[in-house]
T-cell receptor
Framework: NAGVTQTPKFQVLKTGQSMTLQCAQD?????MSWYRQDPGMGLRLIHY???????DQGEVPNGYNVSRSTTEDFPLRLLSAAPSQTSVYFC????????????FGPGTRLTVL | EDKVVQSPLSLVVHEGDTVTLNCSYE??????LLWYKQEKKAPTFLFML????IEKKSGRLSSILDKKELFSILNITATQTGDSAVYLC???????????FGEGTQLTVNP
């Protein structure tokens, strides 16, 4: 049971490049989410999904796309990276009902030059 | 708009001190309040609180929720250098498992 995995751990992009941050969980959790963490800002919700085929926007969705074709995977896409997207990105999952905690992935540190 | 405010934003204490971290919230459909500890990596779960007045304890850490006044506190007694971390408070809505996080409290425990 690997829990929540994220790849890559580190990434440097140039402005305008695109990339996908991968997130997978093997706990059969229905709910998955993406957060970004910036100094002094806490964790902010980007997008979330309550099950395969269903996604919704969080607090800071602009510049990011997500999809949820399977229960296990929830990739986050940056279509045209901007320096403002330099951050640490965390993926998390939890059971849909009766959950008592969210399980976080190890994070991806992204730098956009 | 849902809002979670933590105070203080940073705190420096000496080993052995007792600290109290505060978290106040404004959430439309409250389900639970959660505390996390973060040490330069992903947050780790500490407590989930759903009912007022019931203290949760884990070793030297304890937490309590006041749903009338809309706040929670996290106490750490006899602090150790290993307690140095950012402590995050988050509130979960009933409409889904969305979490709204506060900014966090940076706790530094000096020897």
């Amino acid at each position: 049971n690997a829990g929540v995995t994220q790849t890559p751990k580190f990434q440097v992009l140039k402005t305008g490049q695109s990339m996908t941050l991968q997130c997978a969980q093997d706990m059969n959790h229905e709910y998955m989410s993406w957060y970004r963490q910036d100094p002094g800002m806490g964790l902010r919700l980007i997008h979330y999904s309550v099950g395969a085929g269903i996604t919704d926007q969080g607090e800071v969705p602009n510049g990011y796309n997500v999809s949820r074709s399977t229960t296990e995977d929830f990739p986050l896409r940056l279509l045209s990276a901007a320096p403002s997207q330099t951050s640490v990105y965390f993926c998390a999952s939890t059971q849909w009902q009766g959950s008592d905690t969210q399980y976080f992935g190890p994070g991806t540190r992204l730098t956009v030059l | 708009e849902d809002k979670v405010v933590q105070s203080p934003l940073s705190l420096v204490v000496h080993e052995g001190d007792t600290v109290t971290l505060n978290c106040s919230y404004e959430v439309t459909n409250f389900r639970s309040l959660l505390w996390y500890k973060q040490e330069k990596k992903a947050p780790t779960f500490l407590f989930m609180l759903t009912s007022s007045g019931i203290e949760k304890k884990s070793g030297r850490l304890s937490s309590i929720l006041d749903k009338k006044e809309l706040f929670s506190i996290l106490n750490i007694t006899a602090t150790q250098t290993g307690d140095s971390a950012v402590y995050l408070c988050a509130v979960e809505e009933t409409s889904g498992s969305r979490l709204t996080f506060g900014e966090g409290t940076q706790l530094t425990v000096n020897p």
